[in-house]
């Protein structure tokens, strides 16, 4: 990512045919695409809009008429004097703007998330709120949006930088008994500062030991369908998906490899997958799908498993995947009859018909729902701060471990500054360029 003191600009609305488009300016010479673009070119007050006619710099034709609203630094998103244009959002008219604020000196395009970048380096958000913006652009489900909402609040942040200032000072009391070890200091300093870390580390574990709640919500909640060929599992899965995103055929194994799609179930991010069926088989090809499905069942978070009312037979492939994560469905009971097939609290389905497609989708919300109820605790959210807290916890326990109190106070030390990585309060120049690169410009 370009890293300089020019004024950055981009379109902070999505480009295409629009009501309004928004352009957003950030820099040391925001200002003067006021005063070099606007007629008038008077600087309006900070956080008032006002009614400007837009002009070329190089030809002085009229270009649009917008809201121009100015930011002063530092009390604007990015630290920076902003300043944002709201113009009409046909394509010509967002060509012709960019074309003019291309003109002016200094001035470059931004690249993705460096408005955000610029606002964490300038110290208006750390890591942890700058990465829940990127979330909530990405949001696509109300759990998903809530969740980046609470990261933005800070919450998340708080919580680190707690356990970080807690460490700082328990190091100052080691460092003290260090430094002045000929004092008369109270004999049980260090054991008091034991406490605290196993205390700390006690908490850091309960933090890490949530099933990857926050890590599922963010990416989705996976869900596999599994069965015996013809059982109606690509169905099943065109039927929750509302469209034909799965091929159906009565000839057996059809489907070799996994099909996905992503699902809103209940306000929950979920992916679907639809999967081989299971049966014993002499086709190379369709035994490498049905290996494929064997593994998927073993990593989703929920599984589908559909039985055929007209076969009841075909249970026996699929009989030993059942266990607590399951939810067991049988499919065709259209035309075939109802059995409970050996197996506990069935749900009976037509994927031909719909009966009982939204009393699984309840159910599937449910079950969902469980997993995902709210602790009342901020939810880790990214695989690096889990790394982090995993090294913290590393290190705290060669801390409680060392028996030379410069050894546990260097591992104390460590144990900060992995927690100083999730926020952003050591330096993390490494970081930055993997964790705005998926922003989108205009962030």
């Known amino acids: 990512m370009i890293s300089d003191n020019r004024t950055i600009f981009a379109p902070a609305s999505a480009l295409g045919r629009a009501g309004v488009a928004v352009f957003r300016i950030s820099g040391v010479d925001a200002r003067q695409a006021i005063l070099q673009l606007c007629e008038p070119c008077d600087m309006p007050l900070p956080r008032s809009a006002v009614l400007r006619e837009i002009k070329s710099p190089t030809t002085n034709e009229p270009v649009d008429r917008a809201l121009v609203l100015y930011f002063a630094a530092p009390h604007s998103f990015t630290g920076e004097d902003v300043v944002e244009f709201h113009t009409h959002g046909g394509r010509a008219v967002t060509n012709a703007v960019i074309e003019c604020l ?96 196993r205390e700390l580390r006690k908490e850091i574990v309960r933090h890490l030991d949530d099933g990857h709640r926050g890590e599922r919500l963010r990416d989705g909640f996976s869900i596999a369908i599994l069965g015996a060929p013809n059982a109606g599992k690509s ?46 088989s002499e086709d190379d090809i369709e035994n490498e799908g049905i290996r494929r499905a064997r593994a998927r069942a073993a990593q989703a978070d929920l599984k589908i498993l559909v039985l055929d009312a007209t076969a009841p037979e075909g249970g026996e492939a699929t009989a030993p995947l059942l266990d607590e994560n399951s939810i067991i469905v049988i499919n065709k009971i259209d035309i075939g009859k109802e059995k409970k097939q050996g197996v ?100």
């Open 235 to 280: 169905s099943l899965l065109n039927v929750l998906a509302k469209r034909d995103a799965a091929i159906v055929s009565p000839t057996a194994g059809t489907t070799r490899d996994i099909i996905e799609v992503h699902l809103d179930i209940q306000g929950y991010p979920v992916i679907l997958a639809d999967t081989a069926g299971l049966r014993i």
């Open 102 to 197: 291309q003109a002016l000196p200094n001035f470059r395009m931004a690249e993705a998330g460096e408005f955000t970048r610029r606002a964490f380096e300038n110290g208006k958000m750390d890591l942890t709120e700058a990465e829940a913006i990127a979330d909530l652009v990405h949001a696509e489900t109300e759990a998903q949006r809530k969740q980046a909402l609470r990261q933005l609040s800070g919450a998340l942040g708080k919580v680190y930088e707690d356990w970080r200032l807690r460490l700082s000072r328990s190091l100052a009391y080691m460092e003290a008994a260090i430094d002045f070890a000929d004092e008369e200091l109270p004999h049980d300093m260090l054991e008091k500062q034991s406490v605290v870390l």
């Open 344 to 443: 506990p609290s069935p749900l009976s389905i037509s994927a031909r018909t719909g009966f009982g497609i939204d009393g699984l989708i309840q159910r599937l919300g449910q079950e969902i729902e469980k997993r995902f109820a709210d602790t009342g605790a901020a939810p880790l959210t990214r695989a690096r701060h889990r790394t982090a807290l995993q090294n913290c916890v590393e290190h705290l326990d060669r801390a409680l471990s060392a028996v030379i109190a410069d050894l546990r106070a260097e591992d104390v030390r460590l144990a900060m500054r992995a927690l100083g990585h999730i926020t952003g309060r050591v330096d993390v120049e490494d970081l930055l360029d993997i964790i705005f690169r998926d922003f989108c410009i205009g962030k």
